[in-house]
Structures are given as structure tokens and as C-alpha cells.
Nanobody, 129 residues
Framework: VQLQASGGGSVQAGDSLRLSCAAS????????VAWFRQARGKEREFVGA????????AYADSVKDRFTISRDNAKNTIYLQMNSVKPEDTAVYYC???????????????????????WGQGTLVTVSS
């Protein structure tokens, strides 16, 4: 499975933006997928994740109640809806699939970079104040 994020751009604080993560290859719908982001000079950080069925999502505290992840397995696409964006949301956004198929989570989703593989090229989001 190969992933490609798109939809980034320059927006103003308070605006909305939707990122897409398009997958090619087989069995994409068997995998948990996460969004990460990396701001300039900082470590890549977990944004949120969605189970392979789409039945559960989880988010970092910094984006909870503003960002929503969804998936359309018929289109092999994951979405990140970003509402009420802030300047601190400025980063390159990446999607990645979990390393094991048919996996969900218990109390918390896997959120470390090493849990995921097949990282696609990121898409840059710039939020101005």
C-alpha cells in the first residue's frame, strides 16, 4: 500500500481545510491509518487515527474538537477535516498506515512513529494569524 497526502495550502486562522490521503495497492481497508504532522524544527507528532472499519477515531489533545478523521474505503481515501485552524497547526501533514492489519486499539491508539509504515509524501499547511 502506498499513501499520498494532498490538500494542503495557505489559510488564515479560523478557516477550514480538508486534507486527503489517497491509497494505492491492495487491502488498504484492512489497516488502521493515522495522521501525523511535523512543524519546522520539531519532531513529527501524532494528530489522530482511525480504525480499519472507520468505527473509531482518536485525536491528540491539541486538535480534539477541531479536527475530524474519516475514511471512504470504496475510494481508498482517508480525510482529515481541519476546522478553526490556528497558526500552531502550521506543519507538513503525513498519513501512514499501521504496520499490522485488522488492528484497532484499547484505551489509546498507537501514536508513535515507529508503529506505522508506508509513509506518503506530506502536504504543507500554513496558517497565518
Amino acid at each position: 500500500v502506498q499513501l499520498q497526502a494532498s490538500g494542503g495550502g495557505s489559510v488564515q486562522a479560523g478557516d477550514s481545510l480538508r486534507l486527503s490521503c489517497a491509497a494505492s495497492g491492495r487491502n488498504f481497508n484492512h489497516y488502521l491509518v493515522a495522521w501525523f504532522r511535523q512543524a519546522r524544527g520539531k519532531e513529527r507528532e501524532f494528530v489522530g487515527a482511525i480504525t480499519w472499519t472507520g468505527s473509531r477515531t482518536a485525536y491528540a489533545d491539541s486538535v480534539k474538537d477541531r479536527f475530524t478523521i474519516s475514511r471512504d474505503n470504496a475510494k481508498n481515501t482517508i480525510y482529515l477535516q481541519m476546522n478553526s485552524v490556528k497558526p500552531e497547526d502550521t506543519a507538513v501533514y503525513y498519513c501512514a498506515k499501521y504496520s499490522r492489519s485488522f488492528t484497532g486499539w484499547g484505551a489509546d491508539p498507537p501514536s508513535t512513529r515507529s508503529d506505522y509504515d508506508n509513509w506518503g509524501q506530506g502536504t504543507l499547511v500554513t496558517v497565518s494569524s
